[in-house]
C-alpha cells in the first residue's frame, strides 16, 4: 500500500475513537506493516494480510484501549505475539512503560527487529512464560495495567494477569462479540482479587466488528500460589 493511502487510511479510522495521529507516527505504523508483512512470510505471526485489515483489526483494534492508559503508568502486554496491543500503544504513549512477554522466542526476535527499526524507547521484550514471570518477585505485582488481546478465556487470563497487577491497579482485556465467559470468570475474580469496573462495547470504525473490552480492578492482593505451574491454569481453570 502506497504511504499516502495509508496515512488517510489511518487518520480517518484514528480520527473516529478520537484519536489523532501524528505523522511520524504515521511512519512507524507504517514501516511496523510493511516488516510485519516480510515476517510473516518466514514465521507466522498473523493471518491478516490485506493492509486495509491490519491497519483495522490490528492498529485501531489496538488503540480503542489507548484511553483508560495513562502517560507514566507501567504496562505489560500478556501473550503480545505480533506486539497488539503492545506496540501501537507505545507509538502513541512515548512517556509509557510498556513491557511484551511471550513465550516464543521467534516472535521476540521480530519484535527486537520492531522496536529497533522504529527507535521505541519506552518497550522491553521478554521470553517467558507468563506463569513463572509472575512469581519474579521483581515483576509480581509491580504494574498499573495489564493487558492481552485474544489469549485465552476470562477465568484462565485472570490467572495470568492479576497476579501482576499492583492492588488498585487494572487488567484490561480485550475480547471478541461473545463475553459469556464473564459468569464463568466469577469464581476466578474472587479468589484472585478482581473486581469487574467497566465492560465496554464497541464496533470498530466502517465495520460491523464488535470488541468488548472488559476492565478488572485489583482490590486486594493475589494468593501467592497463583498463577500456577505453566500449563495448569488453561487445563484446569478455576471455576
Known amino acids: 500500500m502506497d504511504f499516502n493511502i495509508f496515512s488517510k487510511e489511518l487518520k480517518e479510522k484514528a480520527k473516529q475513537i478520537d484519536i489523532i495521529i501524528e505523522e511520524k507516527q504515521i511512519e512507524q505504523f507504517y514501516e511496523y506493516m510493511n516488516l510485519l508483512l516480510e515476517w510473516n512470510e518466514k ?6 494480510t490485506e ?8 492498529f485501531i483494534d489496538s488503540l480503542t484501549i489507548q484511553k483508560y492508559i495513562q502517560e507514566g503508568q507501567k504496562v505489560i502486554d500478556v ?10 500503544l507505545s507509538i502513541l504513549k512515548q512517556q509509557t512503560e510498556i513491557t511484551l512477554l511471550d513465550s516464543l522466542n521467534k516472535r521476540i526476535n521480530f519484535l527486537n527487529e520492531i ?40 477465568s484462565v487470563l485472570l490467572e495470568y494477569l492479576l497476579p501482576l497487577v499492583k492492588v488498585g491497579g487494572f487488567c484490561i ?17 474472587e479468589i484472585l482479587g478482581g473486581e469487574i469496573e467497566k465492560i465496554e462495547n464497541i464496533n470498530l470504525p466502517d465495520s460491523d466488528i464488535q470488541r468488548n473490552i472488559i476492565i478488572v480492578k485489583k482490590s486486594k ?11 495448569t491454569p488453561s487445563k484446569e481453570p478455576i471455576k
Request: charged share 25%.
Open 51 to 58: 493492509p486495509k485489515e491490519i491497519i483495522l483489526k490490528h
Open 173 to 189: 482485556c480485550m475480547k471478541g462479540s461473545n463475553i459469556e465467559e464473564i459468569k464463568e470468570a466469577e469464581k476466578a475474580l
Open 79 to 88: 501473550g503480545t505475539g505480533a506486539g497488539f496491543p503492545g506496540i501501537p
Open 221 to 231: 492482593q493475589t494468593p501467592s500460589k497463583y498463577p500456577r505451574k505453566p500449563g
Open 115 to 154: 522496536v529497533s527499526s522504529l527507535q521505541i524507547k519506552n518497550i522491553r521484550t521478554v521470553h517467558a512464560r507468563v506463569e513463572e514471570f509472575a512469581n519474579n518477585k521483581k515483576e509480581r505485582e509491580s504494574y498499573d495495567i495489564a493487558t492481552s488481546r485474544a489469549v485465552a478465556p476470562l
Open 43 to 48: 514465521i507466522n505471526l498473523t493471518a491478516i
